[in-house]
């Protein structure tokens, strides 16, 4: 309980606060505090134009401290012409013997500075009331959607929930979230969490609860208001409730999103148990194709309109995320792949189990040749980078998506189906609604290969050579030829790539020809399988099947990351 001497207590502006170290992308007292929870009061009662947001926050004191740091966005200065303004503060409270007392504050550089009124010691906990209102300038989107109707979606990532939310606005902080939601009657909310309740009110309005029963990061923590239509999914054999949420009548948008049943009984069935009690898909206004909040995926409204397989593949990557992103976050934005890497090569795992190993090859060099163009566009960028700016939407690119998925890809081929499908599952079962690191990947996967057998170095040879990959910008480019020889194909490979030169495994396939077969012209041999030496040239002879060698083929299989130059039948 906070010991706090009650003539302090005028609500008057704080000078001279100190500071405290936080993490990149938050001013909070992250390093002080443990948030246990966020309840939130969002009242939209008078309209969607505007918002009176109470929040109350349970915390636990880490370090002895007086004064208490809140990641929340100041108004806009006065005469500034960017719009809207911004959320105001008009009362902060702390909890003191179970009541709550007007403490002093300050709101300023996008920090709210509460003081705590007496010195609390590290082990402690506290509660804290914030009423703030008006239009937020991010984070919590009032406006309209494609009809003109007026909607208001949260959209949190990176590190936007601070818009709306007083919060220590990192991944590495999860904690519950309950929002009681009042709206217009003719509107809906939806939220993450469970639905609590749901009833009426006079003046024609509806209040609806939800609430969560594990903890989430705030990047994930949402909700949604809309003249929504929703429907009830059929969820088979997995023990989720699934619903699609539409802005009313939007049928299009609603075929769109029956896929969903379907690709999460295929990702539970590579992953486990999905974490959430629901998995609600929402047409919102979100910037992004899809963003996976955790159980109430929200979806921009032009996406759900497209092209049905791409949909498909978009619901995938989203719901894949619930497990990789949501109840496993990065501890640190630096290992953002760690979310984005895994849904995107979890959705070529999806196609692979759904439409056969052609359509995944097609979409591994869909993304290998993403990996290429954006490692011409960006040559230093690497998908784990060694430290992070303010800027963190520069994280996203092929680096993190595209060739985070490559290093799964890569990663499979070396340890085996078994092995990886072993290692995934360990991870989430371990870190399950916590934060984790890349070398918390790394020692999943040493633990699944002590456990199949296939553990010979300790482990550190493949994760020494993974880490490269995710640390060093660019990839391998392979450029030569081959030429007949007695019996075989005499193959000159040279890595002209300008970073370090690598040793690659890659498989070869020698096409011959066969003019007194009909049907069949043309054969490729059995994929040889070679090692390509660290060093610029390299002369390697392999077998050939019976005939004329008419071509060979660099990486049959699609196995390797690697950007292939000229290459032809040499003199």
Not at 1 to 15: E, S
Not at 66 to 79: I, N, T, V
Not at 309 to 318: S, Y
Not at 328 to 342: I, K, P, T, Y
């Amino acid at each position: 309980m906070f010991a706090i001497a009650l003539a302090l207590l005028a609500c008057a502006p704080l000078l001279g606060l100190s500071s405290q170290s936080a993490p990149v992308g938050t001013s909070a007292s992250a390093a002080a505090v443990d948030v246990h929870s966020y309840h939130l009061e969002v009242d939209f009662s008078a309209g969607l134009d505007s918002v009176e947001i109470v929040a109350v926050v349970d915390l636990l004191w880490r370090r002895t401290l007086r004064q208490l740091r809140l990641d929340f966005a100041s108004p806009r200065e006065e005469g500034a012409k960017d719009a809207p303004a911004g959320l105001s503060v008009t009362s902060v409270e702390i909890s003191v013997d179970g009541e709550w007392i007007a403490t002093r504050f300050e709101h300023s550089s996008d920090v709210l500075t509460i003081d705590l009124g007496a010195e609390q010691a590290a082990g402690g906990s506290g509660r804290v009331r914030v009423v703030a209102a008006g239009v937020p300038r991010d984070g919590l989107l009032l406006g309209r959607n494609d009809a003109g109707e007026p909607v208001a979606f949260a959209d949190n990532w990176p590190n936007r929930a601070r818009h709306w939310i007083p919060s220590v606005d990192h991944p590495s902080d999860k904690a519950l979230f309950t929002f009681d939601v009042e709206v217009p009657d003719a509107y809906r909310s939806v939220a993450v969490g469970e639905l609590i309740e749901e009833r009426p009110l006079p003046a024609a309005r509806w209040r609806t609860r939800w609430r969560t029963r594990a903890p989430l990061a705030t990047k994930v923590a949402t909700l949604g208001v809309a003249r929504f239509q929703v429907r009830r999914e059929p969820s088979g054999e997995v023990p989720v409730a699934i619903s699609s949420w539409v802005y009313s009548g939007d049928e299009r948008a609603l075929s769109a999103l029956a896929v969903a049943p379907r690709v999460l009984a295929e990702m539970v069935e590579m992953l486990g148990p999905f974490p959430y009690a629901k998995l609600a898909n929402v047409q919102s206004t979100t910037r992004y194709g899809g963003m996976e909040n955790a159980g109430a995926i929200f979806y921009r409204e032009s996406a759900l309109h497209g092209d049905p397989e791409r949909v498909e593949r978009l619901v995938a990557h989203e719901i894949a995320h619930q497990w990789f992103g949501d109840a496993v976050s990065e501890a640190e934005w630096n290992d953002v792949w760690l979310s984005e890497g895994f849904a995107t090569y979890l959705t070529a795992l999806f196609v692979e189990r759904t439409r056969g190993v052609e359509a995944f090859r097609e979409v591994m060099r869909s993304a290998r040749d993403r990996v290429v163009a954006a490692a011409h566009e960006h040559p230093s960028a690497t998908v784990r980078p060694a430290a992070v700016g303010e800027d963190l939407a520069g994280l996203l690119g092929a680096h993190t998506y595209q060739k985070g998925a490559w290093i799964l890809h890569m990663l499979r081929e070396r340890i085996g189906d078994v092995a990886f499908s072993e290692a995934l599952r360990g991870y989430l079962e371990v870190h399950r609604h916590g934060n984790a690191t890349t070398a918390d990947f790394f020692a999943a996967v040493r633990w699944a290969r002590e456990r199949t057998d296939l553990l010979t170095d300790g482990g550190r040879g493949i994760e020494s050579e993974m880490r490269s990959w995710l640390e060093t910008p660019g990839l391998p480019r392979l450029e030569g030829g081959w030429r007949p020889t007695p019996g075989g194909v005499q193959l000159v490979i040279e890595q002209t790539q300008d970073g370090a030169l690598r040793q690659l495994p890659l498989e070869v396939a020698v096409i011959v020809s066969r003019p007194e077969v009909e049907d069949a012209p043309f054969a490729a041999g059995e994929a040889n399988r070679l090692t390509v030496p660290a060093r610029r040239r390299s002369e390697i002879v392999i077998a050939a099947p019976a005939g004329e060698v008419v071509e060979v083929r660099l990486d049959p299989r699609v196995r390797l990351l690697f950007e292939q130059g000229s290459w032809q039948r040499l003199p």
